[in-house]
């Protein structure tokens, strides 16, 4: 088991203005890389895009317009629109029908790229759906900084978000995942990271590696590798604080035990039928559907007798 912790640099204060590119910005939808920690890692497009749009978004405007003064991108007379899960249907005409009159609209995320665990995705298929010009502003992202870091495979990764917080769900959810050949990568609340990964140690077994990634680029910047038990007994009994992106190696290699069957049996026929929870279960571990089918009989008829 390895663990990492570093000191990034200062994220920055405000500074002298920025002096963006003179040329004019084009119309169309603009998607806007903001930092992850560091104010730092914002780029020189991403602040020029600021300076010169004509009509800000953010999911969290306080925050864009703190990145803005640390940078000196001067905000004018404009005004810097709320664009979140909670508003998108009221906000998103207004921001298409800018983009309809010829203007340019930068849109950023509260933190890291659009459109990854952020509201954006909606507009950005509404401005395509109309024909509408779309554009991004890459920088940085929580999901690529974690992978660069985890030590993991990088050839092959799914990004799979935020696990169900019930019980049944995340199972059915770790099962499908399972046997994916690739590096999986999630996001997880530091309430729950010990769980997830006793989950996974159920399920996926003890050895597989993985990487838990917190703060990112942050002051108290943490990354712990190591076997899936390994990383579990880490965070036991321990209070987690900040944002956290787990990796788990890809999945495919290995053979699964008789208990890890048949305990992937037991939570899917919680909530399905014997069919279905074979079904499931064989596609998890890539095997037989009928074999699945005969074990998981068995397994009610023997504790249906006990």
């Known amino acids: 088991m390895q663990s990492d912790s570093t000191e990034p640099q ?29 104010a730092r890692d914002i780029t020189l497009r991403g602040l020029d895009i600021l300076a010169k749009a004509d009509v800000l978004a953010a999911e969290d405007t306080r925050t864009l317009k703190h990145l803005m003064e640390i940078h000196g991108v001067a905000l004018g007379d404009r005004h810097v629109f709320a664009y979140h899960d909670h508003n998108g249907e009221a906000m998103r005409p207004k921001l298409l029908r800018a983009l309809a009159e010829g203007k340019s609209v930068a849109y950023a995320s509260e933190a890291g790229t659009p459109l990854i ?33 985890s030590g993991l495979p990088s050839d092959r990764f799914l990004f799979a978000g935020f696990l169900p917080t019930q019980a049944g769900a995340r199972a059915k959810t770790l099962n499908d995942l399972g046997q994916v050949p690739a590096t999986l990568v999630f996001y997880e ?60 190696g890809r999945g495919g290699d290995e053979v699964p035990d008789e208990g890890r069957i048949d305990e992937a049996l037991r939570q899917a026929l919680d909530t399905q039928s014997v069919k279905d929870a074979a079904a499931q279960v064989a596609q998890a571990f890539n095997l037989p559907k009928r074999d699945m089918y005969q074990r998981a009989l068995a397994l009610t008829q023997k504790e249906g007798g006990a």
């Open 189 to 248: 609340s530091p309430k729950r990271i010990h769980r997830t990964l006793m989950d996974m140690v159920d399920i996926w077994g003890e050895t597989r590696e993985a990487a838990v990634c917190r703060e990112l680029t942050k002051r108290f910047e943490e990354v712990t590798r190591g076997a899936l038990a390994e990383v579990a007994q880490q965070f036991e009994g321990r209070a987690v604080k900040g944002e956290i992106v787990l990796l788990v």
């Open 117 to 149: 665990a952020d509201p954006g995705f909606q507009l950005g298929r509404a401005a395509i759906a109309e024909g509408l010009t779309v554009l991004a502003a890459p920088g940085a992202s929580a999901v690529l900084a974690a992978l660069t870091v």
């Open 10 to 38: 200062e994220a920055g204060k405000p500074g002298s203005a920025f002096r963006p590119d003179p040329r004019p910005l084009a119309p169309g939808l603009y998607f806007v890389s903001t930092p992850i920690g560091a």
